[in-house]
């Protein structure tokens, strides 16, 4: 055999078990806890990930069969580069380019959520598709339908069995499988984690070390970490877009202290999750950032710990974002078991 065809068959298959080592692992999935990270409140004795079970999901979620029309996806306003979230639009459109009242937040490490939405009006995962199935501003669907589709459709009669041991798509059984997707999108492998881990890879700049400690004095009390969430709601000082009059969690509990008060997002890939807030009012970290130093609204309801604003020199705002930049995790947003179904 000549030099040249040895060569190009040794490249042939290193190549080849490249991509058997890549599709691997990536075929296969399994939940994981971080070391150090709190318990998930996701019960998920009811509803166990398996291989079958997170596959149909995916397939669910992306699919615009979900919506009357059929042109709206779950991953229409969740998108994995941009940390499954709605990065094109202040506010989410829906079928027939109808405008919802707020940005679609981002979706990952939902196993540790106690409640959904900016305004938790959902309390459990596998309830929360059928706010945006429903909702008129989204897929403006109904569950019986979506299941009869479902029924209609060889591929999924095969996907039901594979994963349910049944062919026979039902609503609870759509919904579990939609957690189970939704379940395995987590992220953990940031610089910042590797940081953390003491691991290769996870060398923090000076710059970013400063921006940590910024942040741990500024802003963790919210931002908790590792989650960089304490799952809470708060009035973060935002004046009330007159447009949308949106009074956060107050139009789910009546209750007037809970006026203006949304869900404290995670800030996990917070890089390429813009535009930020739930009406999607900034499209730049330093926006945010000061707001939070210069732009805080009083209003009765306003966080105890915005009170006072963040005392920050322009240079502890560029390394604050400098730090938030860390919390990027690319095997997370290029993870190709989490991305569109081509099997």
Known sequence: MPFSAIKISFISLGLFFMLLAFRGPGDEV????????????????????????????????????LSRDTTISCAGCHLQATGFAHVDHQLSHGIYGRIGRR?????????????????????????????PITSPDEMDETMEHVVRKLNESAKYRSLFRAAFGDSIATGQKTLLALSQFVLMLNSFN??????????????????????????????????????????DFANNGLPVDTALMDTGRMKITGDSRDSLRFKVPTLRNIQFTAPYMHDGRFKKLLEV?????????????????????????????????????????????FDTRFGFPRE
């Open 30 to 65: 399994k939940f994981v806890v971080p070391e150090g990270w709190p318990k998930p409140v996701y019960d998920f004795s009811g509803n166990p990930v398996t291989t079958t079970g997170f596959q149909l999901g995916r397939h669910l979620f992306y699919d615009p069969l």
């Open 289 to 333: 950032v000061n707001h939070y130093a210069d732009g805080l609204q009083k209003s009765p309801t306003l966080d105890a710990r915005l009170q006072s604003p963040m005392v920050l020199s322009h240079e502890d705002k560029i390394d604050l974002v400098a730090f938030l930049l860390t919390l990027t995790d690319r095997d997370f947003l």
């Open 190 to 231: 940031s610089r910042y984690d590797k940081y953390m881990r003491n691991e290769a890879g996870g060398q923090l700049t000076e710059q970013e070390l400063r921006g940590l400690q910024i942040f741990r004095k500024n802003c963790a009390s919210c931002h908790t970490e590792p989650l960089f969430t304490n799952r």
């Open 103 to 131: 940005n679609a937040p981002a979706i990952m490490n939902m196993a540790w959520s106690r409640s959904f939405m900016w305004d938790g009006g959902v309390n459990h995962l596998d309830m929360q598709p059928l706010s």
